[in-house]
């Protein structure tokens, strides 16, 4: 007997064309994504259809959405129902050479898709999240120790308790050991994601935070110190050792390369972070800081209406990445991203919206199970199931999801105006599950209310949004007609549709 996950994972398999036609196998936290071959043996209707499924997104992969209840376990089985599947065809001349002509047919076809929805600044955005979003699982365990040490420490000063105390330290240090040599992590990642060696550009990221460079004073910008710059400095760092690199590689002897091409690599961009891009990156990130600080502190309201209503946007056209490296050089230099809650407004508009499809849709069956279904992760902070399965494909019910989300921006953003800041000590989670790593002027427990005052609004004006304006009388007699007719057309989002 088989369990649904392994069901489902043997339907998919089908629906898509068969393990020939599956060139890669991965999943995030609610997608599995797979690289196919030829698109055109893929019955995406059916794949839509089908009642494990949440939505199907294609952009450069093809994207199952599956929820992260499901997903590991369809991924691991769908993974292993391939790996099975290629061994009993292995040896046949004739599938081997199907298969090759499959793989030959679909390279061409990938290459134009991947072409047309791929520009040189989406693959920029794409590596620099790529450098960071590693970097999430320690943000979040440091987030939440750093919160839960600041909790101790309140209780140990109002209860005088030594025993208290004594943990203040421990905490600490468990949560700032990662944030003092995050630079270092980012120089890492910044070097294997640009064609370098990932232990150079942690070595060259390294000169960023050593405490030795405030012995260093003949620059030309004056004396330095440690950590100036931040990931900022060491991301430039390590983009220019990956460059130096492979120039290097290039015109050194086989013979001397073991020596000299790593210490070119080093020495010349160490030297340059120390004389020119850790004072500049300084100087970037401090403009980040006071830029973000006055935005709050002068238009909060109006600033979070704007990126509260938009980020689900940006996060459909991949602009969202960009942010990325802005949410760290907050977290690093302030302690929080102040713009983070903000932003996660988005997933309580999401959540709202697709409440109120339910409510509307009443004689659909088949959407209020996907609703029932991805409703509970979007209020944990995992959106996209809502996204890609109710929302996006019905356009209208995104649109006022996003005035929903501007709205519970505003009211966040209206609290910093008014001097009541609310921050994110991590970036990944939201919705509920972002409560414990927030921070902010007053500390957890006022910014916890204020985020949770701003997602409850965002809900519920997005939820009575969609449910006056989010629909067509065309489109509710689309949504509850009977099945079968060939109408209820949802699901399917395609990258050239965003």
């Known amino acids: 007997m088989t369990d649904k996950h392994t069901r489902t994972a043997r339907d998919l398999l089908d629906l898509v064309g068969g393990a020939a036609n599956v060139t890669s196998i991965a999943h995030c936290i609610s997608r599995l994504r797979l690289g196919i071959a030829d698109p055109g043996r893929v019955r995406t209707r059916q794949v839509t259809d089908h009642p494990a499924v949440l939505g199907v997104v294609e952009d450069g992969t093809y994207q199952i959405v599956l929820g992260p ?72 365990a440091c987030g939440i120790i750093a919160g839960l040490g600041a909790t101790l ?111 070119i690599a080093v020495a010349l961009s160490g030297l340059a972070a120390l004389m020119v891009l850790m004072p500049l990156a300084g100087v970037i990130a401090d403009g980040i800081g006071n830029g973000a600080t006055w935005l709050l502190g002068h238009a909060g309201a109006g600033a979070g209406v704007v990126l509260g209503g938009l980020f689900a946007t940006l996060v ?28 996660a407004m988005a997933g309580g508009g999401q959540a709202g919206a697709a409440l109120a499809v339910y409510l509307r849709a009443r004689h659909n069956p088949s959407l209020r199970r996907v609703i029932r279904s991805a409703l509970p992760t979007c209020v944990l902070g995992v959106a996209e199931p809502v996204i890609y399965g109710v929302t996006l494909p019905l356009v209208r019910p995104f649109v006022t999801a996003g005035i929903g989300a501007g709205v519970g921006g505003g009211v966040v953003g209206l609290f910093a105006q008014l001097g009541l800041t609310t921050g ?32 409850l609004t965002a809900a519920t004006a997005a939820c009575a949004a969609t449910y006056v304006f989010g629909f067509t009388p065309a489109m509710l007699a689309d949504l509850n007609s009977p099945p079968g007719d060939g109408n209820r057309s949802f699901g399917l989002i395609r990258s050239d549709s965003r």
Not at 87 to 108: F, H
Not at 204 to 227: D, Y
Not at 433 to 438: K, M, S, Y
Not at 449 to 455: A, M, N
């Open 69 to 140: 209840a499901a997903v590991d376990r369809v991924a691991e089985a769908f993974e292993k129902l391939v790996d099975e599947n290629r061994v009993s065809v292995k040896g046949t001349d004739a599938a081997g050479t199907d298969a090759a002509a499959l793989a030959a047919r679909g390279a061409a076809l990938k290459a134009a898709w991947k072409e047309k929805n791929a520009t040189p600044g989406k693959l920029l955005l794409r590596r620099i999240a790529d450098i960071f979003v590693p970097l999430i699982p320690a943000l979040i």
């Open 153 to 263: 420490n309140s209780l140990a000063l109002s209860t005088h308790s030594s025993a208290l105390t004594g943990i203040v330290p421990v905490t600490t240090a468990l949560s700032q050991g990662f944030m003092s040599l995050i630079a270092v992590f980012v120089g890492h990642n910044t070097a294997k994601e640009f064609g370098g060696t990932p232990v150079l550009g942690g070595a060259v990221a390294g000169i960023v935070v050593h405490p030795g460079v405030a012995n260093v004073t003949h620059t030309p910008f004056g004396h330095l110190k440690p950590g100036q710059g931040g990931v900022l400095g060491a991301l430039g760092a390590a983009l220019l050792c990956a460059a130096l690199e492979r120039w290097a590689r290039r015109r050194v002897p086989d013979a001397l390369q073991m020596l000299l091409v790593p210490t």
């Open 316 to 343: 459909m056209l991949g602009l969202h990445q960009a942010l990325i490296p802005i949410h760290a050089t907050l977290i690093e230099h302030q302690g929080y991203s102040a713009l983070y809650p903000i932003l």
């Open 424 to 455: 994110s000590t991590a970036i990944g989670p939201s919705g509920l599950v972002l409560l414990p790593l927030l921070d902010g002027s007053h500390g957890l427990g006022p910014a916890a209310l204020v985020y949770t005052s701003g997602w």
